[in-house]
């Protein structure tokens, strides 16, 4: 049995160009189908926030036409509803990097909120990513990976190949001219080795012990990969 870290942003608005705060939290999909492949995998999850938290999700992402269909809807909030887990968050300030075999950020637009600015999560990025352990990162969360960056710019995920939500998915959801900024575009100014798939479809890219998913659908397999380098790594 392996310890796996779930690093969810404490969010529950995100602040677009013209100041107002669109409700928002962590992707239902993205924390219910690795918390599920980690748990069928026999694996104990722990949840850490900034502040000790407790992640709020982002009701959107609970409607049938988000989650593809109210069948889907129903599973995964009874999933978010038995994860005591999210109940009890530990802060990130507390977190031992160290107890953990692999770290999982999922995304939600809340950590273009919080954790794309958050020194502790920065921390806790750069000490994974040295750490060799599997560090797995989906859709909008690789925007904590601007908060590695020195004061001189430099982030050790520099020109690592990886993925996250891209601008064509972002005007899809109708937030590519309200927002601030675009994951996307920061991700290749950092500079990275960004690529992408198909809109909507699941695509991960592994670079040394970094995993990243592009979007919601990619959190599934995310998991899976991360679940399968644990196990190859106990053998």
């Not at 104990?44 to 407790?54: C, F, L, N, R, S």
């Not at 273009?112 to 060799?132: H, I, T």
Request: proline share 8%; glycine share 8%.
């Amino acid at each position: 049995m392996a310890k796996i870290l779930c690093v969810l942003t404490g969010a529950s608005y995100w602040t677009l160009k013209d100041g107002h705060r669109h409700p928002t939290g962590y992707w239902a999909e993205e924390f219910v189908a690795p918390y599920s492949v980690f748990t069928a995998a026999g694996h104990e999850v722990t949840v850490a926030t900034p502040h000790g938290v407790v992640p709020v999700v982002d009701t959107m992402s609970l409607e049938p036409r988000m989650a593809g269909g109210e069948e889907n809807s129903l599973q995964e909030e009874a999933v978010i509803e038995s994860a005591d887990e999210l109940r009890h968050p530990v802060p990130l300030r507390d977190v031992r990097l160290e107890d953990y075999d692999a770290v999982y950020y999922p995304g939600g637009h809340g950590p273009m909120e919080d954790l794309a600015v958050d020194p502790e999560s920065g921390e806790l990025l750069r000490r994974a990513l040295a750490s060799g352990n599997p560090l797995g990162i989906v859709c909008h969360a690789p925007a904590a990976i601007l908060a590695t960056r020195d004061e001189n710019g430099d982030t050790p995920f520099a020109n690592y190949r990886l993925t996250g939500f891209c601008n064509e998915e972002e005007a899809g959801v109708g937030f590519a001219d309200r927002a601030k900024w675009l994951l996307e575009d920061e991700l290749k100014k950092l500079p990275t080795e960004y690529s992408r798939g198909p809109a909507w479809e699941p695509y991960t890219v592994a670079d040394r012990n970094l995993y990243t998913g592009q979007n919601p659908a990619s959190s599934g397999p995310l998991a899976q990969e991360l679940v399968e380098v644990l196990a190859a790594a106990d053998r």
